[in-house]
C-alpha cells in the first residue's frame, strides 16, 4: 500500500517592483489588444483609409501623439524595475492617475460598448493594482 504524501507549495512573496513591472506589462498587452481588435469594427478599417481616426485626421502629430500614449506604459515596466524605490513609487502613482482619464476617454465614440467597455473596465482594474502596490510599497524596519 503506498502512502500518498502531501506538500504544501513553496508560496514566496513576490517583490513589489515585479508586481508592478508585470501589471503594466499586462497593461500595455491590453491596450494593445484592444486597439488592434477595434480594427475588426466595421467601418474602422474605412476610416483609417480615409485619414481618420475617431474625431481626429491620421497625421504625424496624431501618430507620435499614440506612440507616445503607447510608450508611457512599455517605459513604466523599466521605470518600475530600475528607479530607486521612492521615485519608482511616486512615478507609479503619478503616471497610473494620468492614465485613468486616458483610459476613459476612450469610450468616445465606440459602436463596441460591451467590447471597449471590458477592455476598459480591464485596463483600469490594472491602473488601480498599480496604485495599490505603489501605495502600499513596504517600508523599512
Known amino acids: 500500500m503506498s502512502t500518498r504524501r502531501t506538500t504544501t507549495l513553496d508560496d514566496q512573496p513576490i517583490p513589489v517592483r515585479i508586481k508592478l513591472a ?5 497593461f500595455m498587452f ?5 486597439d488592434i481588435l477595434g480594427f475588426f ?3 474602422i478599417v474605412e476610416d483609417i483609409l ?5 474625431e481626429f ?3 504625424q502629430t496624431f501618430s507620435t501623439t499614440a506612440l507616445t500614449l503607447m510608450a508611457v506604459p512599455i517605459l513604466m515596466i523599466v521605470l518600475s524595475t530600475t528607479l530607486p ?4 513609487r511616486i512615478t507609479n502613482l503619478v503616471v497610473a492617475a494620468l492614465y485613468v482619464p486616458v483610459t476613459v476617454f476612450n469610450i468616445l465614440g465606440a459602436s463596441w460598448l460591451i467590447f471597449y467597455g471590458l477592455g476598459i473596465v480591464l485596463e483600469l482594474i490594472l491602473l488601480a493594482l498599480v496604485v495599490r502596490y505603489a501605495w502600499t510599497w513596504p517600508r523599512e524596519a
Do not use: I, K
Open 41 to 43: 469594427t466595421p467601418g
Open 30 to 34: 491590453l491596450y494593445a489588444y484592444v
Open 57 to 59: 485626421d491620421l497625421s
Open 22 to 26: 508585470a501589471t503594466w506589462t499586462s
Open 85 to 88: 524605490a521612492r521615485p519608482a
Open 50 to 54: 480615409d485619414g481618420r481616426v475617431f
